[in-house]
Nanobody, 115 residues
Framework: QVTLTESGGGSVQPGGSLRLSCAAS????????MGWYRQAPGREREFVAR???????IYGDSAKGRFTISRDHARNTVFLQMNSLKVEDTAVYYC?????????WGQGTQVTVSY
């Protein structure tokens, strides 16, 4: 059974930083795609960033210039460094991965940016 385990969410003031982590377990294959989406209350799920195989990372418009995605390919782990956080970054952040064909999602981790 494949499990994506996220960590690193929390509360921070505007301008602060958080680092999210996501590790895939339960499978020996390397993930083809690993990345992050987020969903704010009352809004649709929004793409944040992802890696596809060994290519350069891709970012959603809201993440460009402030967020950095990185990965440990061998450990099926992906990280999201979020800097200069804004109130509008408040959301549940979901890790996802495509491994050997199927798509998997984490349970989500809450990020709250407020004064």
């Amino acid at each position: 059974q494949v499990t994506l385990t996220e960590s690193g969410g929390g509360s921070v003031q505007p301008g602060g930083s958080l680092r999210l982590s996501c590790a895939a377990s339960g499978i020996d294959l390397n993930a083809n795609i690993m990345g992050w989406y987020r969903q704010a209350p009352g809004r649709e799920r929004e793409f944040v960033a992802r890696f596809v195989d060994e290519a350069f990372p891709i970012y959603g418009d809201s993440a460009k210039g402030r967020f950095t995605i990185s990965r440990d390919h061998a450990r099926n782990t992906v990280f999201l460094q979020m800097n200069s956080l804004k109130v509008e970054d408040t959301a549940v952040y979901y890790c996802y991965a495509v491994i050997g064909g199927p798509e998997f999602w984490g349970q989500g981790t809450q990020v709250t940016v407020s004064y």
